[in-house]
C-alpha cells in the first residue's frame, strides 16, 4: 500500500483498536477484582452469621442447665438472635448469586421458627417446666438453628461458584480481547509492508532441470542381443545424421494441448503410438522412448518408442536405475535431465514420469535445433511427462512383448 493518506488512516485505526482493547481488558479486569472483594466481605459476614447461630442454639440450651440463671440466657438469645437476624439481613443485600439470595432466605424463616419456639420454651421454663422446655429445645429449637447453618453453608458455596465463574469468564474476555488486538496489530503490518516486485519467471527454473554433459539418454540395446549396435542413440537407429536445418519456431502451447487432451482419452495401447508421434514433433525430436521402472525398482524397461525401427525396441535391454546416464538421473532425482548435443549428436532431453508415489519411468527424446537449451521445448516434455506418468502402468512380463504399455 502506497497511498500515504491510506497507511496514516490505517495506523490510526490501529491504535484506537488497540486502545479500545487494552480499556476492555483493564475494565473487565477491574469488575473481576471487585467481584473477588465483594466475595471476601460476604463470606466475612457469613462466617459472623454463623457464629451467631451456633451461639443462639448453645445459649437456648442453657435454659435447663443446672446452676445457670434463666433471666440471664433469655436476654443473651434474644441479643443474639437480633444479631443474627441484621447479619442475615446485610447477607441479603450482598448476595451476588441468586441461589445465595434463596438460601439466606430460608435462613431468615428459619430464624422466625426458632424465636416462635423460644417463646414457648421461656413460658416453660419460668413455671419450672424443665422437662417440657427442654423437649422443645432439643426438637424444634435444635432443628431451627440446624436450618440456619445449613441455609448459610448453602449462601457460601453459591457465592463462591459465583465468583469463580465470573473470574473465569473476566479472564477468557481479556485473553479474546487480546488475540483480537495482535491479530488486528498484524493485519495492518502486514497491509503497511512494502511488497517488492518479483522478477518474472522463466518456465523452467536450474531447481527444475540439470544438464549432463557426460552421459546421453543410453539407448543401448541389451548385451543380450543379438548384433548389439554401437552406444550412440543415432547408431542403436542406424539412421544417418541429418544435415543442419533452420531452427523451428517456438513450441505451440496448442500443440501442447492437443497432445494432453489426446493422453485423456488414451484407453488403451493401440493409439499410443500416434501420441508418441505428435509429441515428437512438438519437441522437433529424431526419436523417442517410454521407459518404465521395472516392480523390482532397480532396473528400467522400455515400453514403446517412435522414430527407431520396430527391431530396435525388441532388442534394447534395461537400463539400471543407478546407471550414470540422464535417464536414469532424471528416474532418481524427478527432475527433468538435458544432454548437450555434440559433433554429429543429437541433444537430448529426459523428462521423468511423476505421479502421487513417485517417478514411474522417463520420457527421453533426442531433439534437433538445441531444443534442449530451449525453455518452451523443456516446458513441454514436463507437461507431457507428467501427463504420461499419471496414464502408464508397469511394464509387461519379461515373456510378453514390451513393445506396449499397461495402461
Known sequence: MRSRAARLTLTLLAVVAIGAAAYFAWTTRIRARVAVENAAAFEAARASALRDAFELRAAQQAYVAAGQTEAFWFERVAATADALRSGLNTLTSAAQAPAAGVALEEAGAALQDFEQSDRRIRRYASTGQKLLASDIIFSDGFEASSRIISALDRAGDATARAVATVSREAERQQIMTAAGAAALAIFVMLLLTPVAVAAPATPVTPAETARV????????????????????????????????????????????????????????????????????????????????????????????????????????????????????????????QTVSAGSGVYGAIAAPLVSPSGSRGVMAAEVRHGGENQSARLAAASIVAAQLGMIIGPPATQSEDRSTAAL
Open 213 to 336: 554433459d557426460s552421459a546421453g539418454l543410453d539407448l543401448r540395446p541389451s548385451s543380450r542381443a543379438a548384433k548389439p549396435p554401437a552406444d550412440s542413440p543415432v547408431e542403436v537407429a542406424n539412421a544417418p545424421v541429418p544435415a543442419p536445418q533452420p531452427p523451428p519456431p517456438t513450441t505451440e502451447i496448442q500443440s501442447v494441448a492437443a497432445v494432453c487432451a489426446d493422453l485423456a482419452r488414451l484407453s488403451d495401447t493401440e493409439n499410443l503410438p500416434v501420441i508418441l508421434a505428435k509429441t515428437a514433433a512438438m519437441l522437433d525430436a529424431s526419436g523417442l522412448v517410454l521407459w518404465v521402472v521395472h516392480p523390482d525398482g532397480e532396473e528400467l524397461v522400455p515400453i514403446a518408442a517412435y522414430g527407431y525401427p520396430a527391431s530396435v525396441l525388441s532388442r534394447m535391454g534395461t537400463l539400471r536405475t543407478d546407471a550414470e546416464n540422464a535417464t536414469a538421473a532424471a528416474f532418481r532425482t524427478g527432475l527433468l
